[in-house]
């Protein structure tokens, strides 16, 4: 059972480690992607046992739930705390080729750890209010990971990206004060025993409205999403990866957990209202990204669209849909990660990410391009890629749903993230340079870091059968909530 | 009591989200606090007013005698207070910073170059 708290522990210690330890590069760069990867191995460990004994339960302290705070870690978890170890050993092996030397002395490897602390927590607690305390440790971590430097640009986007985040938290909070007064508890698995026997109409449509606000602004969800590309293409490409591979996924997880525990059978306007979001979010997403003439603004508003499809399936709530989400979720964490990493190759390249100055890529560096056509291509969902299988999953959910019109929309919005991804590969690999040379050697760690990744894609493209096993089989556990919450609280399931 | 606590918590998310939609970086960071003490407020309201016992069991009984308060909502009353405190102090700091490089306090020139 100690293996569940790993996770939080290896980071957690590393980053006490890393703000002690003198502030040697190499040293702490080391430090770090030791770290990175034992919480990796901790990960598949925590995955490995989940997958075989079933969901894995710790009561801190030995409080039993739900008096004292509650890990756990289902199918769904524990997958994505893997995804989280494997974003966090990219990122480390990223910093060998460089980190702005400021940032570097102001803590940018501990706050990097403290960053996957956050998420890994928020993906193992067991409590809502332990959520909260999660999403705030992770936003501090990310917050001063953005606001690490002194250009303009990257002032005005911190500003806007803390505010908007603590706005999200304090609607959370409510949501919570709330939640506590009408039921006594905040443990997720008692509340998903609690709530069916006490919610009414008024009181569901309050909170779901309240958690759906307030995780939609983390998630990014249409309207509440203008704040993520006026932020994430400022700091450096390996934050920005950090970012755009694991925070708007908490947003998406915790939006799972509460549909899927507590507003399961809530008003189908609510579900209504998330499936209209989550498709003006896909559609809005998209056609800003073809609006777009720059590598990193495209990726941000591409990030945007896709989270739309993870969330329009949450909102059909039918197993098949939800298992094409995980499956999606998956997928588009390792796929954007691994775009932004590009995208941190073509500034050291050519100091910057427009579309103007870049081009001749595939002539220049013909090893990186092979390598950065993988997510590129499977963000489009090109076939075989994961980004095509994710979306047939997906399509496959809404059709076996009978929600036609989205599975519509679903293909039309692939047929516009196609295009803006081809676009942006012909426009900054394939077409001819304007005499553009190269600044500098792309790094060789970077490419290493974007190399595994792109592998990792062709891993899940031929592993795809075992693995939507699996998402299946998450999804499952997420609908059927008994082995949870039996988990969690004992008794009789 | 209810009645009057709930509306003062109403009050500060008023005033917060005004503040909030001012210019002027201070005025934001009020707005801020503001808001997340109507949240505090709130909770500490939702958690349930009584004038009863401390949750103690006395000595030599077995269990709580009824009525006794809830202990839980000024435990995540006081840890929201001290997060809050903390990303209030991170927010000025920031403020701070935004000010001294860009030289105005108006959220709308920030980004802007002069």
Partial sequence: MRVLVLPILVPLSTAAVLMLAPKRPALQRWISLTASVFLLASAVLLFLRVNTAGVQVLQV????????????????SAILVVAVGVVGTAISVVAFSGVDPRREAFGYHPLLQILLMGVAGAFLTGDFFNLYVWFEVMLVASFVLMALNRTRAQMEAAFKYVTINLIASSIFLTALGLLYGATG???????????????????????????????????????????????????????????????????????????????HSASPALFALLLAMSAATMVIGLVAALNERDFRRILSFNLVGHIGYTTASLSLLTPAALAGAIFYVLHHIVVITNLYLVSGVLLRLRRTTDMAGLGGMYRDQPVFSALAMIPIFSLAGVPPLSGFLGKLAILEGTFAAGAYWLGGLVLIVGLLTLLSMVRTWADSFWRPADQVPDLAAPGTPLLIAIAALSLLTVAMTIGAEPLFELTSRG????????????????GTP | MEGLLALASGVLYA???????????????????????????????????????????????????????????????????????GLTAFSLVLAHRVHATAGTDDVDDVGRER
Avoid at chain 1, 220 to 237: I, R, V
Avoid at chain 1, 483 to 489: D, F, G, P, T
Avoid at chain 2, 57 to 75: H, K, M, R, S, T
């Fill in chain 1, 61 to 76: 302290s030995g409080w039993p739930a739900p008096f004292g705070i509650t890990l756990v870690a289902d199918l769904l």
């Fill in chain 1, 185 to 263: 508890t905040l443990n997720m698995a008692h509340l998903a025993r609690v709530w069916p026997t006490i919610s009414t109409p008024g009181a569901d449509a309050v909170l779901a409205l309240l958690f759906v606000i307030a995780f939609s602004i983390k998630a990014g969800l249409f309207p509440l999403f203008f704040w993520l590309p006026a932020s994430y293409h400022t700091p450096p490409a390996a934050i920005g990866a950090a970012f755009a591979g694991l925070l708007t996924k908490v947003g998406v997880y915790a939006l799972i957990r509460v549909f899927t525990l507590l507003f």
């Fill in chain 1, 475 to 490: 999804a499952q556990q997420l609908l059927q909530r008994d082995e949870y919450v039996h988990a969690v609280l004992g």
């Fill in chain 2, 15 to 85: 005033a917060g989200t005004y503040l909030m939609l001012r210019r002027r970086l201070a005025q934001l960071i009020v707005g801020l606090g503001l808001l997340s003490n109507g949240t505090n407020l709130l909770i500490f309201t939702a958690g349930g007013l009584t004038r009863a016992r401390p949750p103690v069991v006395a000595a030599g009984a077995a269990a709580l005698e009824p009525p006794y308060a809830d202990p839980v909502p000024q435990a995540l009353v006081l840890t929201a207070i001290v997060i809050g405190f």
